[in-house]
């Protein structure tokens, strides 16, 4: 964000798919990206796949995760329950979860105790 956009980009599948036609563009064989957002932080939000092929170097064979989480607590108030989104927004590298995925990751079997114990592992594979 913030950069120009990359030279090589839309062409994921051309340079990083088991029958890619241009394979020797691929700099690395796979580079997982994660975007972690809690629903109440106004500020962050899961992305889309298309971001991956507008705004990432095909050559990175880039794979997205979105990892949607609350690393903040709620509270009950007298009108409703309520999270503090500054909290939502800035509170993700306290969270031992957040850790615990960027170190083990999910959707294996030596996945870090906490997450495995409080989150859910959901896999959505786009068409095509």
Same mark, same amino acid.
């Given at each position: 964000? !913030?950069?120009?956009?990359?030279?090589?980009? !839309?062409?994921?599948? #051309?340079?990083?798919?088991?029958?890619?036609? +241009?394979?020797?563009?691929?700099? %690395?064989?796979?580079?997982?990206? &994660?975007? %972690?957002?809690?629903?109440? #932080?106004? %500020?962050?939000?899961?992305?889309?796949?298309?971001?991956?092929?507008?705004?990432? #170097?095909?050559?990175?064979?880039?794979?997205?995760?979105?990892? &949607?989480?609350?690393?903040?607590?709620?509270?009950?108030?007298?009108?409703?329950?309520?999270?503090?989104?500054?909290?939502?927004?800035?509170?993700?590298?306290?969270?031992?979860?957040?850790? !615990?995925? &960027?170190?083990? /990751? &999910? /959707? +294996?079997?030596?996945?870090?105790? /906490?997450?495995?114990? +409080?989150?859910?592992?959901?896999?959505?594979?786009? #068409?095509?």
């Amino acid at each position: 964000m !913030g950069q120009p956009k990359p030279e090589v980009t !839309g062409r994921i599948a #051309d340079i990083c798919s088991l029958k890619a036609t +241009h394979e020797a563009e691929k700099l %690395f064989s796979k580079t997982h990206l &994660i975007a %972690f957002s809690d629903p109440n #932080d106004l %500020f962050s939000y899961a992305l889309p796949p298309s971001f991956m092929n507008e705004y990432v #170097d095909s050559r990175l064979c880039p794979v997205l995760t979105n990892a &949607i989480l609350n690393v903040t607590s709620i509270t009950n108030i007298f009108v409703g329950k309520f999270a503090n989104p500054f909290s939502a927004h800035t509170e993700y590298d306290n969270d031992p979860r957040v850790i !615990g995925l &960027i170190a083990k /990751g &999910i /959707g +294996h079997s030596d996945v870090d105790p /906490g997450v495995a114990e +409080h989150c859910t592992w959901l896999e959505s594979v786009p #068409d095509g």
